[in-house]
Nanobody, 120 residues
Framework: QVQLVESGGGLVQAGGSLRLSCAAS????????MGWYRQAPGKQRELVAL??????NYADSVKGRFTISRDSAKNTVFLQMNTLKAEDTAVYYC???????????????WGQGTQVTVSS
């Protein structure tokens, strides 16, 4: 059983900052990548930022404002969000691409989501 637990969401004014955290726990053999996705009302879930063996990727809309980092020893990923805009309002989901055993295939695991609301 794997759990991804997010924290750090909330309400902030435009131009403000928030820091999201996500910790993965359970019987995990290895994690290839961790990242953040978001879903606004009426829209599809989209990638925000990803960090892993392939490097770091950001959505164009957050480049220069958001920074993803990872503590591999603690299976934790962070998302520092600066200069927030109203259009950043969404539920943010933590994602981990992981395997439970050495012979397992990598699979996606998701957190429950945390609400980020930016008031203009």
């Amino acid at each position: 059983q794997v759990q991804l637990v997010e924290s750090g969401g909330g309400l902030v004014q435009a131009g403000g900052s928030l820091r999201l955290s996500c910790a993965a726990s359970g019987s995990i053999f290895s994690i290839n990548a961790m990242g953040w996705y978001r879903q606004a009302p009426g829209k599809q879930r989209e990638l925000v930022a990803l960090i892993g063996s392939g490097g770091i990727n950001y959505a164009d809309s957050v480049k220069g404002r958001f920074t993803i980092s990872r503590d591999s020893a603690k299976n934790t990923v962070f998302l520092q969000m600066n200069t927030l805009k109203a259009e950043d309002t969404a539920v943010y989901y933590c994602n981990a691409v992981l395997k439970l055993t050495s012979w397992d295939s990598y699979r996606n695991s998701w957190g429950q989501g945390t609400q980020v609301t930016v008031s203009s």
